[in-house]
Structures are given as structure tokens and as C-alpha cells.
């Protein structure tokens, strides 16, 4: 995710609102899953409601910050950066921070705004396993632009482990149309 915070700002340079689109697989879960954390970190998470806590790469997009107390943060269990020459201690991460600002989900605000979709930006997948189903491909995108549309997604009880005979990739695609706005 740093390089990533990297390239979009030196990309964006000075400009505050540029154009941005950044998709792809990120292994994330929008909402944090306790279940996925260290045994150390899973009793500070216990009775968490998964789906009130973003996950600590979909917070960081989306909020711009990843605070160091959330649960998914090295430092909220224990992380460390290497020690430096002549230090005894090593030094935490601290919060992270995009430079950006937010940045916004192409599917959650397209379920968001069709509410005729029977599906919702909880439920639609992009793979699926015997042991596992979710989101956890994205299109992130920030400026002067808006969603048109965007491939539909299906959720997890309308497909059957994939790969397979209709999907060859165990990720479906994600796909979005965008329109620029004015200034």
C-alpha cells in the first residue's frame, strides 16, 4: 500500500482533486474479519461488530488515514520497524496516511445508488472458494469524474466455487464506466 500512496502522489504532484483510478486485488475484506488477525490481536477485537470496523487497507483508502490503535495495524499488535544503528528500541509505525486524502469504491456507490439492485455492496463477491467468499477486488477512484456503470457482480449464493466452466480466474472481473465532470 505505501508504494502504492507513493506513486498516486508523485503522480498527482500539486494538484489536489487529479483523476484518479486505482483497481485491482487488494486481499482485503471491506470489514475487518477478527477471524484473520493474530491470536494476541483476536480478544482486543472480540465483540466487534465486523461490520462497523473497516478492514485496515479499505479504511485506509477510503478514509485517507489508518489510525496505529485500529486492530489491523501493526502497531496495535506489537510491529515494529527494524532497529537503526544505535537505537535500543525500535520505533513504531505510527498512523498511516494515504497524502491524498479519501479516495472512493466504484461498487459501493453504484449499490448505494441503484436501489433496484437486489444485491448490496456486502453481499456481491469477487471470488469464492469452498472455504471463503468476498470482495476483496476494488475499484477506488477520486476527481472530477462519476460512475455510469459498472460490471454487475453476483453474490455468493448465485455461483458455485471458482474456477470453473463459466468463470476461468478464481477473481471475477471488475469493470467500471466513467464519465469526466466539470471543473
Same mark, same amino acid.
Given at each position: 500500500?505505501?508504494?502504492? +500512496?507513493?506513486?498516486?502522489? @508523485?503522480?498527482?504532484?500539486? +494538484?489536489?482533486? +487529479?483523476? =484518479?483510478?486505482?483497481?485491482?486485488? /487488494?486481499?482485503?475484506?471491506? &470489514? /475487518?474479519? !477478527?477471524? /484473520?488477525? $493474530?491470536?494476541?490481536? &483476536?480478544?482486543?477485537?472480540?465483540?466487534?461488530?465486523?461490520?462497523?470496523?473497516?478492514?485496515?487497507? &479499505?479504511?485506509?483508502? =477510503?478514509?485517507?488515514?489508518?489510525?496505529?490503535?485500529? $486492530? +489491523?495495524? $501493526?502497531? @496495535?499488535?506489537?510491529?515494529?520497524? $527494524?532497529?537503526?544503528?544505535?537505537?535500543?528500541?525500535?520505533?513504531?509505525?505510527?498512523?498511516?496516511?494515504?497524502? /491524498?486524502? !479519501?479516495?472512493?469504491?466504484?461498487?459501493?456507490?453504484?449499490?448505494?445508488?441503484? *436501489?433496484? *439492485?437486489?444485491? @448490496?455492496?456486502?453481499?456481491?463477491? =469477487?471470488?469464492?472458494?469452498?472455504?471463503?467468499?468476498?470482495?476483496?477486488? &476494488?475499484?477506488?477512484?477520486?476527481?472530477?469524474?462519476?460512475?455510469?456503470?459498472?460490471?454487475?457482480? !453476483?453474490?455468493?449464493?448465485?455461483?458455485?466455487?471458482?474456477?470453473?466452466?463459466?468463470?476461468?480466474?478464481?477473481?471475477?472481473?471488475?469493470? @467500471?464506466?466513467?464519465?469526466?465532470?466539470?471543473?
Amino acid at each position: 500500500m505505501a508504494t502504492v +500512496c507513493r506513486l498516486v502522489r @508523485s503522480f498527482s504532484g500539486e +494538484c489536489d482533486m +487529479c483523476n =484518479t483510478i486505482i483497481c485491482g486485488d /487488494f486481499n482485503s475484506l471491506a &470489514y /475487518f474479519q !477478527p477471524e /484473520f488477525l $493474530p491470536v494476541s490481536q &483476536y480478544s482486543r477485537a472480540k465483540g466487534e461488530d465486523p461490520f462497523e470496523v473497516l478492514s485496515g487497507v &479499505y479504511r485506509l483508502l =477510503t478514509k485517507g488515514i489508518l489510525n496505529q490503535s485500529h $486492530p +489491523c495495524h $501493526p502497531d @496495535s499488535f506489537g510491529k515494529r520497524l $527494524p532497529l537503526k544503528q544505535g537505537e535500543d528500541k525500535p520505533e513504531q509505525f505510527g498512523d498511516f496516511d494515504t497524502g /491524498f486524502g !479519501p479516495i472512493r469504491n466504484v461498487y459501493a456507490e453504484t449499490f448505494f445508488l441503484d *436501489s433496484k *439492485s437486489k444485491s @448490496s455492496f456486502r453481499t456481491v463477491i =469477487t471470488t469464492k472458494t469452498d472455504q471463503f467468499h468476498g470482495a476483496i477486488d &476494488y475499484i477506488f477512484w477520486r476527481g472530477h469524474m462519476k460512475v455510469v456503470k459498472c460490471l454487475e457482480l !453476483p453474490r455468493a449464493e448465485d455461483i458455485q466455487p471458482i474456477p470453473d466452466h463459466v468463470f476461468p480466474s478464481d477473481h471475477l472481473a471488475v469493470g @467500471s464506466v466513467f464519465q469526466f465532470t466539470q471543473l
